[in-house]
């Protein structure tokens, strides 16, 4: 890239800022780079030494003793009552406060944005000690907070220009601890931090690139306030007498030292420094807000119109900011600040939270678990899965006890109302999940040829390491909301190589690149918008950049979370076109995870019917759609709208409590042929009707062989 170019690019965030933003960081700049001169090149402009005694030219000898003087061509800005020359002490004084300006931010930045980020990601026991430390700097009132540590160094060490810098810079550490922690807390929840973790991102990574960038946005705005503000506290600690120690010139000992001149007519010596005063701190505050609509990527789409956009849109649905939307539901959420660090999750069979050993004893034996290639090795296995959140009323289990079976090619639907299990399971079999998240049971994941890494590995088990080089390589999960997925601070070939370098270190630039080409090119982005950022781009393409970081490395399991939630049926129509041909290209194994019927009938081998978190029918798409056999698949099929439509269904009642679920079928208080025998025992998994189906199973009383003391159908055979 030439220098040009290059200097294009750079400059390419300023031109696309708002007219405002652009004329605030301009005046601010101007303001702020005017003080940086005068402080670098006073000793050179200034006229006089800032501690050298004006003497009367009229009175020698008497003239020893300083006079006051009006501002003339001798003294532009006039002399003190100490016999300085006023415009040398301004001079001065700027550059003492750009020397504590810089000083005191540096050690509030370096303490406080590293702090902040350890204790917001961290969590825990850290975060608590670090929390009650820092509000405890905080609720000291921050001047006279200054006015003890400025003393305390001058005790100590010397007071001086250093003393005063790291007095206003103890002061400030508070403040961006506190930004700083806050910001990490939402950012490390938000959807594209999750994505970076499913796609196999190492810890480091997450906070510095993902993380620490988006935290950072806050810190110019802040670095500016505080400078400004520092600027306040230095005169302040001057006016009272604590900071830079005489003769040395500091605009709010000046102040202080000419406050009885202003009754006697005396303006030019209280006025100088005041004024050198405000246009210092209105020239930092300026820069900071220009700067923050100027570097977040996000903010400046939010200031402009849509066709002011580079690279506007080709195709889907309209180009949308993404907002603060939060990928983990409210359950999911009210345990961020669980003491366990993010994406800790508990992998136990027994222990205080896992199932109380009655509870599981009276567990029902399951089925034999078939997939629709009977015979093929499954490139999924999952057996007696149970995922679940610590809430203060005890464990909530969002699945309970599920097995499944998944052949390469094979594409599996995940159905349920909301809350049934289904995004717990999907997020489960990657064993991503949230703090406080509870994994029990086996995921076995097979083998992917010969090599090591390629072996098979059971996930719930698995180290975090071994998690990592997973996720995104061998296993990827496209999530719902491609709007909020991807960094927006971050452009989309650099999310490429974040996902391919973190398995592929070794590959070069050029090959990340013609990979990332590659895999855009199959779903329909072009290479010239590769570099674009993703609020550059609509939805739809937005969901197909996702599929294609979830593919470009070619894993065996693609798990897809309502791929096409919020996306037109054109869109739609395209995604589901790319999924099948994955399966059939690549022989991908496909979980999709949706609310939509609809969609699971077009792309799916197989349908499994979730509700309270068991799997309550299973089986062939066509043989469970056309003849349902458990009461809540048919109400879910009765609820369905087509064009045949003329009167509305819906399935009365509502889920139960899963923290503390009723004993017996689940469904029970909702089903319309609940019997007596359904609050006794929870059904099992079993072939329904007399002409049984290969790999149909309902857990419904109904059928002969579900009720746990009934023998199996095949056993009474
Ligand atoms: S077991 Fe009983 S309550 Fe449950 S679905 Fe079957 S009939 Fe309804």
């Not at 997020?427 to 994994?439: F, H, I, Q, S, T």
């Not at 059971?458 to 709007?483: K, N, T, Y």
């Not at 070619?554 to 129509?573: F, G, K």
């Not at 949706?594 to 081998?605: F, K, W, Y």
Request: proline share 9%; aromatic share 6%.
């Amino acid at each position: 890239m030439s220098a040009r170019a290059r200097l294009a690019r750079t400059a390419a965030p300023f031109r696309a800022a708002t007219r405002t933003a652009q004329v605030l960081i301009v005046i601010g700049t101007l303001i702020t780079l005017g003080f940086v001169f005068v402080a670098t090149l006073g000793p050179t402009l200034a006229p006089f030494e800032p501690t050298q005694y004006q003497v009367d030219p009229e009175e020698p000898e008497a003239g020893q003793l300083p006079r006051l003087e009006e501002p003339s061509s001798d003294h532009l800005m006039g002399t003190n009552r100490d016999g300085f020359d006023v415009f040398a002490r301004v001079i001065g004084g700027a550059r003492v406060a750009m020397i504590v300006v810089l000083v005191s931010t540096l050690i509030a930045l370096l303490v406080g944005v590293p702090l902040g980020l350890l204790a917001g990601y961290r969590g825990g026991r850290l975060d608590r000690i670090l929390v009650t430390t820092m509000d405890a700097i905080y609720t000291f009132p921050s001047l006279l907070l200054a006015i003890v540590v400025a003393f305390l160094f001058g005790e100590l060490f010397a007071p001086g220009v250093a003393s005063a810098a790291s007095a206003v810079g103890i002061v400030y550490i508070p403040q961006y601890f506190r930004v700083v922690r806050n910001h990490t807390l939402s950012v490390k929840q938000e959807p594209f931090v999750e994505g970076a973790r499913s796609l196999g991102a190492k810890e480091r990574t997450v906070i510095t690139r993902y993380v620490f960038f988006n935290v950072v946005q806050s810190v110019p705005v802040i670095f500016t306030l505080n400078a400004a503000d520092a600027v306040l506290t230095l005169a302040s600690l001057g006016f009272l007498g604590y900071g830079v120690p005489p003769p040395a010139p500091e605009w709010g000992f000046d102040i202080q030292q000419a406050t009885q001149d202003i009754t006697s007519g005396v303006w030019w010596t209280t006025m100088w420094p005041g004024v050198a005063i405000i246009l210092l701190v209105t020239g930092l505050t300026l820069v900071g807000e220009g700067l923050n609509d100027v570097i977040n990527p996000l903010l400046r789409a939010r200031g402009l119109s849509g066709t002011k956009l580079r690279g506007a849109p080709v195709g889907g649905s309209a180009p949308e900011a993404s907002g603060s939307r939060r990928g983990p539901d409210v359950a999911e959420r009210d345990l961020a600040d669980d003491p366990d660090p993010p994406g800790a999750t508990t992998s136990t069979s027994s222990g205080p939270d896992g199932p109380p050993p009655a509870a599981r004893d009276s567990l029902p034996p399951t089925a034999p678990v078939r997939s629709a290639t009977a015979g093929v090795e499954p490139v999924l296995k999952v057996r007696d899965l149970r995922v679940g959140y610590r809430t203060p009323r005890g464990p909530l289990w969002a699945v309970d006890g599920v097995d499944l079976d998944l052949a390469p090619g094979e594409a599996l639907g995940l159905v349920g109302e909301s809350g049934c299990g289904k995004s717990s399971l999907s997020r489960a079999l990657l064993n991503l999940m949230p703090p406080g998240g509870l994994v029990t049971g086996q995921i076995t994941l097979a083998a992917r040829g010969d090599g090591p890494g390629n072996e098979e590995i059971e996930l719930v088990d698995a180290s975090r390491r071994q998690l990592r080089s997973i996720r995104g390589d061998r296993a990827s999960l496209v999530f719902q909301e491609p709007m909020t997925r991807l960094d927006p601070l971050m452009r989309v070939s650099t999310h490429f190589r974040e996902a391919i370098k973190a398995h592929r270190p070794d590959l070069s630039s050029d090959r990340v690149r013609e990979l990332t080409e590659t895999a855009l090119a199959k779903m329909g982005i072009p290479r010239t918008r590769v570099d674009n950022y993703p609020h550059e781009f609509s939805g739809g393409m937005r969901q197909r950049i996702m599929l294609a970081l979830g593919i470009v490395l070619q894993p065996q399991l693609v798990i897809a979370d309502e791929p096409t939630t919020s996306l037109d049926v054109i869109v739609e129509a395209q995604i589901l076109d790319i999924l099948a041909e994955l399966r059939r290209d690549a022989d991908v194994g496909l979980v999709m995870v949706t609310h939509n019927l609809g969609i699971v009938a077009e792309t799916c081998d197989r349908v499994a019917v979730m509700y309270a978190g068991k799997i309550v029918e299973m089986g062939p798409v066509e043989q469970v759609f056309n003849a349902p056999a458990h009461p809540y698949t048919q109400g879910l099929m009765a609820s369905t709208i087509s064009l045949e439509t003329t009167e509305l269904h819906s399935i009365g009642g509502s889920p139960p409590d899963l923290i503390d679920p009723p004993g017996g079928c689940r469904f029970a208080a909702r089903c319309p042929a609940v019997m007596d025998r359904c609050t006794e025992v929870i059904p099992r998994l079993t072939q329904p009707g007399d002409t049984p189906v290969d790999d149909h199973l309902a857990a419904c009383i109904l059928h002969p062989g579900a009720d746990p003391a009934d023998p199996f159908p095949a056993e009474r055979s």
